[in-house]
């Protein structure tokens, strides 16, 4: 996701079988709540019904955006 690497998140992203998207994504609160409101949209084409945000504490897992 162009979009997490750009704010400089660290994480995951992927495309479950139901058609939903599940992303897992750490860094600065104001870089996710960023991702966040971009995901109400999503990339260009894309259609997004519904968001959902489950917060967690910060644990420093990951070293980078990838694609699972």
């Known amino acids: 996701m162009d979009k997490a690497k750009e704010?400089?998140?660290?994480?995951?992203v992927r495309?479950?079988?139901d058609g939903s998207v599940?992303?897992?994504?750490?860094?600065l609160s104001e870089e996710v709540?960023?991702?966040v409101a971009w995901s109400h949209g999503?990339?260009?084409h894309a259609v997004v019904n519904r968001?959902?945000?489950d917060w967690e504490p910060y644990l420093d897992e990951y070293t980078?955006?990838?694609i699972v």
Do not use: C, H, Q, S
């Open 64 to 66: 980078e955006f990838t």
């Open 7 to 12: 704010l400089g998140l660290k994480g995951w």
């Open 33 to 35: 709540d960023k991702l």
């Open 22 to 27: 599940e992303v897992v994504a750490e860094g």
């Open 51 to 53: 968001v959902e945000v």
């Open 15 to 17: 495309n479950n079988p």
């Open 42 to 44: 999503g990339p260009r």
